[in-house]
């Protein structure tokens, strides 16, 4: 049974309706994530892009990446309504809006609800209905089983990656009108880059994760051999795979070196990692993580204009 108990909201900052009106637009980029949700763009333009044939219109991209945010704003939205008494324990979350009480509950509902729901309709009316499945799909799958998963098996990481990696498959079909091979390419060069990007995370956060209830595979291997090792296999299985587009003339010969390079960087860290398992690997491993995909993806974007 959940302990968390809604007591009500926090008085307002002192300074009026101007500084009110600040602190709130500020929580509610919190709620939805905002800088998450800027890397989905990130990937669903990638995919749109990768997808699109001839001069870009530029009012059906903005369709297109106006509904892929509101959706993934809703997906987070929801996450934080359900892992309130979780985020609560944790020092890396406990000062978000909803644990703090500078917003209700029912207000992070209402929040996730209208963007969720916006996003899916958005996208079915102004691209097509394939789009809008595939939203409806993120956020099902990432409030309704990853969300409650975390607090029952480590396979949580696996099932979280699934709608993480559905951004670029929403901006392909989007702009074909519905998902084919080439966009679950995309689809497993993003599963596959999730998996050492938070295994690293789930190291460097182990206690915090496991005192607030979390159940992540790096807090029960103090030795990082399982944690090491996945990341590992799972950076190997990345490097073959982004070869893929152009082994199959999906995009610029051009983009193979970039791709090679960014890899065996990437690999090279988490080598690093699950040799020795500290912190200070992790953080290198997180660091690689955060400079391959957008170089890997922008080179991929790129070559296929």
Not at 3 to 29: C, H, I, M, Q
Not at 36 to 46: A, K, Q, W
Request: glycine share 8%.
């Amino acid at each position: 049974m959940s302990t968390f108990v809604e007591k009500p909201r926090l008085n307002p900052l002192p300074g009026g309706p101007v500084s009110y009106t600040r602190r709130w637009v500020a929580d509610v980029s919190e709620l939805c994530k905002v800088r998450i949700t800027l890397m989905v763009l990130v990937t669903t333009l990638v995919g749109f892009l990768f997808g699109w044939h001839g001069p870009v219109e530029l009012l059906y991209l903005f369709h297109t990446l106006g509904g892929t945010a509101l959706a993934a704003s809703g997906a987070a939205a929801l996450n934080q309504v359900f892992e309130v008494e979780l985020d609560a324990r944790m020092r890396r979350t406990r000062n978000r809006p909803l644990p703090r009480r500078r917003m209700t509950l029912d207000e992070g509902l209402i929040i996730g609800i209208i963007c969720g729901a916006g996003g899916i309709l958005w996208l079915s009316i102004a691209t097509n209905i394939y789009a809008g499945l595939l939203s409806a799909v993120t956020i099902g799958v990432y409030v309704f089983v990853y969300t409650p998963l975390k607090r029952v098996t480590t396979l949580n990481t696996l099932v979280g990656a699934i709608p993480g990696a559905l951004p670029p498959v929403i901006g392909w079909t989007a702009a074909r009108g519905e998902p084919s091979f080439e966009s679950w390419i995309l689809f497993a060069i993003l599963f596959l880059w999730q998996m050492p990007h938070f295994l690293s995370i789930s190291w460097l956060y182990r206690s915090d994760y496991k005192q607030a209830g979390f159940v992540m595979l790096a807090s029960f291997d103090p030795e990082c051999r399982v944690t090491g090792r996945q990341s590992l296999l799972y950076t190997m299985g990345l490097l073959a795979v982004s070869f893929l587009p152009a082994m199959l003339n999906l995009t610029s010969f051009w983009y193979l070196p970039v791709a090679a390079a960014m890899g065996c960087y990437f690999l090279w860290m988490s080598f690093r990692f699950a040799m020795v398992g500290t912190d200070q690997a992790a953080r290198r491993l997180f660091v690689a993580s955060i400079v391959y995909l957008p170089v890997t993806l922008g080179a991929l974007a790129l070559a296929r204009l």
